[in-house]
């Protein structure tokens, strides 16, 4: 296989060199670089990053149990499609935590907290591609949690919405990301007011949009989805 020039990625000498391949391969087929249906080599992405085949092999272990590859003895390793009921399933299971999450936010937000979330949102309007986009949005609903005193549950959430973050990407594509950010900017009000009822309504709307967009995206990209 040629791996698109798009995916590069450097190995950090003193880091695990497993959850580093694991880390480069989910932001690219979560982005889109690496599309479903696409085969990976594990010589290729070893040769890329420059390490040996086994941490890329563990690695590609630990995407298949996050759904995003499809081992195949005998065949190869592809970049599986995306499910959408499990998109579907994702988004009810994060809403549920995150709304327990802004409410405990709300409760005794620090300072600090604010200024980093005001900060995220600032960074949010000046990022210059929806991958930029996405990873400011990934830390800001991060440092609720932390705000919440629950970094553990928001790392608990990573496996299980990674075919709700493919979806994601697809939906920045066409969505006014500028709605987005006034979405997290009143966020943050509520959080500051220590208004709960008001940053769980913000949170479920902000939430819900990904199933009302699924339809749409579907369509606009059949080749991503099963059928």
């Known amino acids: 296989m040629t791996l698109p020039a798009a995916f590069q990625f450097a190995l950090h000498p003193n880091r695990s060199v497993q959850p580093q391949a694991a880390t480069a391969l989910r932001h690219a087929i979560l982005t889109?670089?690496?599309?479903?249906?696409?085969?990976?080599?594990?010589?290729?992405?070893?040769?890329?990053?420059?390490?040996?085949?086994?941490?890329?092999?563990?690695?590609?272990?630990?995407?298949?149990?996050?759904?995003?590859?499809?081992i195949r003895p005998q065949r190869g390793t592809f970049v599986s499609k995306i499910n959408a009921l499990e998109v579907l399933d994702a988004r009810f299971v994060r809403e549920a935590v995150e709304v327990d999450l802004i409410r405990l936010a709300c409760q005794n937000p620090t300072p600090e907290g604010l200024q980093t979330l005001r900060a995220l949102v600032a960074r949010q309007s000046a990022a210059a591609t929806p991958a930029d986009f996405m990873g400011l949005d990934e830390t800001f609903h991060r440092t609720i949690a932390q705000i919440a005193g629950k970094a553990r549950a928001w790392d608990h959430l990573q496996r299980l919405k990674s075919q709700m973050d493919r979806v994601r990407f697809l939906q920045l594509q066409d969505f006014p990301i500028p709605a987005l950010i006034d979405a997290?900017?009143?966020?943050?009000?509520?959080?500051?007011?220590?208004?709960?009822?008001?940053?769980?309504?913000?949170?479920?709307?902000?939430?819900?949009?990904?199933?009302?967009?699924?339809?749409?995206?579907?369509?606009?990209?059949?080749?991503?989805?099963?059928?």
């Open 32 to 70: 889109g670089i690496l599309p479903p249906g696409t085969r990976l080599s594990e010589q290729d992405i070893a040769d890329a990053i420059g390490t040996s085949r086994q941490p890329v092999r563990e690695a590609f272990l630990r995407l298949s149990g996050e759904g995003l590859l499809d």
């Open 184 to 227: 997290h900017a009143r966020m943050v009000d509520a959080i500051s007011a220590r208004a709960p009822d008001r940053a769980e309504a913000e949170i479920r709307t902000h939430l819900r949009l990904i199933e009302a967009d699924l339809p749409g995206i579907q369509s606009a990209h059949p080749d991503y989805f099963t059928p």
